[in-house]
C-alpha cells in the first residue's frame, strides 16, 4: 500500500522561499513523482515533475523560480520554491504512482 507524506507549507511573504517535501513509500524501485496545486474556485494544476531518470517539466508559471529534485535517487522528492508570490498560494500536492498526498497548505502574502 502506497503511503505519501507532505511538509514544509506555511506562510511567507512575497518574494520568500519555501521547501516543500514528499516521501512515498510502498513500492519496489523509482518512480516518476510530481507536485501538484490547487487554489481556491481552480482546478488542480501541476507545478513540477521528475522522471524515475531524473528529468524535470515546470508550469510555466513556476519555471525559473521552482526546482524539483531528487538528491538521493531514493521516492523522496523536494520542491524548493524561490520569489514566491501570491499567486502561489494553494494548497500543494505531491503525486506518487496515481496515488495523491495529503496536501500542504502554502499561502504567500504580507
Known amino acids: 500500500q502506497v503511503h505519501i507524506v507532505e511538509s514544509g507549507g506555511g506562510l511567507v511573504q512575497p518574494g520568500g522561499s519555501l521547501r516543500l517535501s514528499c516521501a512515498a513509500s510502498?513500492?519496489?524501485?523509482?518512480?516518476?513523482m510530481a507536485w501538484y496545486r490547487q487554489a481556491p474556485g481552480k482546478q488542480r494544476e501541476l507545478v513540477a515533475r521528475i522522471t524515475s531518470g531524473g528529468s524535470t517539466n515546470y508550469a510555466d508559471s513556476v519555471k525559473g523560480r521552482f526546482t524539483i529534485s531528487r538528491p538521493n535517487a531514493k521516492n523522496t522528492v523536494y520542491l524548493q520554491m524561490n520569489s514566491l508570490k501570491p499567486e502561489d498560494t494553494a494548497v500543494y500536492y505531491c503525486w506518487y504512482r496515481g496515488d495523491w498526498g495529503q496536501g500542504t497548505q502554502v499561502t504567500v502574502s504580507s
Open positions: 510502498g513500492s519496489i524501485g523509482i518512480y516518476a
